[in-house]
């Protein structure tokens, strides 16, 4: 049976011993590469060149090339603008050599273009005005001609690096597929192939398999299976939350553990290809190479199925850890030395005295919400007859961030329609009889200049709803909790029976509440649950108590505890 091959090509592979013949189909478009895309490769092997730090065997990596074998030619499935590009260089390359010491190059025949590569042997100007396509591939030699004749002496290292530093991915597909049906994909569709499928043609390759035809496929086929299933893993929305940053950028997700293994840290699309294509070579059994990857991924399930290690992980990752480096401090540490490793860790996050936090200073902002988030984790943690986790994705996805629980006077809504729903909704919970005649005064009166009597009412509601003034309480943490972004933006003028009210109602319907949250408006840390309009004193210490408590193990010691 035949199938698809995957490999890297030398552009010299193309061109020694009997150069290849490539075959340009008729449902391509023409050569359009402009000035631009030309100088922009000129530009990027040039930097590849001149690189201080360029390993001896570091090459520079062009985008897929798919080709399927054709009589003795290969049909261009994509990738015919830089195979093009390609031949123009060498082209210039092979015109400063006397004839006897041109090399052979590869041949490109356009279906549409009758002689077209006997034109491209020639590259007479008066004939790149017959057709559209001569005129581009005329423009691009120009180019490539203008360039070098800016740069100073590079010729002869830039032919070599063009001929023995770059590589193509080199993707075969056998003779049954339908061209048209790739071509479609790849190019009208806009769907290149990712890191992932190019991985997985390396993966199950059948020359990698030992034994008979039967064997090997069958082998192929276990491998396919244990693929689809750490695809389907990575789809759960608990564990994909728990691991990645929240975003859903992979089209493949099995790309993601790929990536960590390979260490990609820029912007290169290939790295992650070109990373298992050595490492292929290197051990040269996919055995071996197959069993790295699923010991990698098993490692992250062992971490999403021990309850602690899920959360002491989750937390490192939600507050910028990178999954990569957790994963390499785990290598040869009991689960008991792990957890010891990622409790350390936190503490990296938490060194500092709780009570100078403060709202008001952004640099404390990141401080507060990593404190009430590790609050809602380790108590979740401290539960061990509970089977609830924290939800990491949701967190991320929903931009959760901190809020005050008792409305603060500098956020008075600001816009006419926010002020009148916000005395709508204040009048449905107080029971103050002055009050909700004020308000129903200034909402039945329409006047254009009603500003100062809104922040006469706004302040008497928030003192009415208070047992003191708080004043440097406000903005510390024993006032602030976590809150997704739609409620926030919703409630946070509102007074605290609203917010509790509403934050009731959302976790009835099933929205996301931090466990901390929840008892916060549950008026959980309290003992005395006689006052549950306000969020005064005792509740306010009794919070900030539990805070402490409860984070004991992993803040440094307080020098201070609020009275």
């Excluded at 025949?109 to 017959?130: F, I, V």
């Excluded at 490539?144 to 590079?154: D, G, H, L, M, V």
């Amino acid at each position: 049976m035949n199938e698809n091959k995957l490999d890297l090509l030398d552009i010299n592979d193309l061109i020694k011993e009997s150069p290849f013949a490539f075959y340009i189909p008729s449902y391509q478009r023409g050569y359009r590469w402009t000035e631009i895309q030309v100088t922009d490769l000129l530009d990027d092997i040039y930097e590849f060149i001149n690189r201080k730090d360029r390993k001896i065997d570091e090459f520079y990596c062009l985008q897929p090339v798919v080709v399927k074998p054709k009589d003795e030619s290969w049909e261009v499935i994509d990738g015919q603008q830089r195979l093009t590009t390609i031949f123009l260089l060498l082209k210039y390359f092979n015109n400063r050599l006397a004839e006897d010491f041109r090399k052979a190059l590869y041949t490109i025949h356009y279906e549409t273009r009758e002689g077209s590569a006997e034109y491209l042997d020639s590259l007479k100007p008066e004939k790149s005005k017959t057709n559209v396509d001569y005129y581009h591939i005329y423009q691009a030699f120009t180019t490539i001609k203008n360039w070098f004749s800016q740069k100073q002496n590079i010729a002869n290292d830039f032919e070599g690096a063009l001929l023995n530093s770059t590589k193509i991915i080199w993707y075969e597909v056998n003779e049954d597929v339908d061209s048209i049906d790739i071509f479609t994909r790849l190019n009208i569709g806009k769907i290149p192939l990712t890191n992932a499928e190019l991985i997985k043609a390396l993966f199950l390759f059948r020359d990698n398999f030992k034994g008979s035809d039967q064997t090997r496929q069958l082998r192929q086929i276990e491998i396919a299976g244990e693929w689809d299933r750490i695809e389907a893993a990575l789809r759960n929305k608990e564990f994909w939350g728990f691991l990645s940053d929240g975003n859903d950028s992979y089209d493949n997700r099995v790309e993601f553990i790929f990536d960590l293994m390979s260490g990609k840290t820029k912007e290169d699309k290939d790295f992650t290809f070109r990373y298992f294509h050595k490492r292929f070579n290197e051990i040269k059994d996919v055995e071996v190479a197959w069993k790295e990857v699923k010991d990698y991924f098993l490692a992250f399930q062992e971490w999403y199925n021990d309850r602690k290690i899920f959360h002491l992980v989750g937390f490192l990752i939600t507050v910028g850890e990178k999954v990569s480096t957790l994963k390499s401090e785990s290598v040869g540490k009991t689960k008991t030395v792990f957890k010891d490793f990622l409790k350390n860790k936190i503490k990296n996050y938490t060194n500092f005295q709780v009570y100078e936090l403060s709202y008001s200073e952004n640099s404390d902002k990141v401080h507060i919400k990593n404190i009430l988030l590790l609050f809602n984790i380790v108590s979740i943690i401290n539960n061990a007859a509970s089977n609830y986790r924290f939800q990491f994705g949701r967190f991320k996805v929903e931009n959760w961030d901190i809020e005050h629980i008792h409305s603060v006077k500098s956020r008075m809504p600001e816009r006419e329609e926010h002020r009148r729903d916000w005395m709508n909704e204040v009048m449905l919970f107080t029971k103050s009889e002055e009050l909700k005649a004020r308000i129903k005064r200034w909402i039945e009166t329409e006047k254009k200049n009603r500003i100062e009597e809104f922040e006469t009412i706004y302040d008497d509601v928030l003192k009415a709803y208070s047992e003191e003034e708080i004043t440097e309480e406000i903005n510390d943490i024993r006032n602030l909790t976590l809150l997704d972004a739609g409620t926030n933006r919703g409630y946070k003028n509102a007074i605290y029976p609203i917010k509790r009210n509403k934050i009731i109602q959302k976790d009835q319907n099933g929205t996301f509440i931090p466990l901390c949250t929840k008892n916060v408006f549950l008026k959980y840390y309290n003992d005395s649950v006689e006052q549950m309009t306000l969020w005064g004193k005792a509740d306010r210490k009794s919070y900030l108590q539990a805070i402490l408590t409860v984070l004991e193990s992993y803040l440094p010691d307080q020098t201070l505890n609020y009275n």
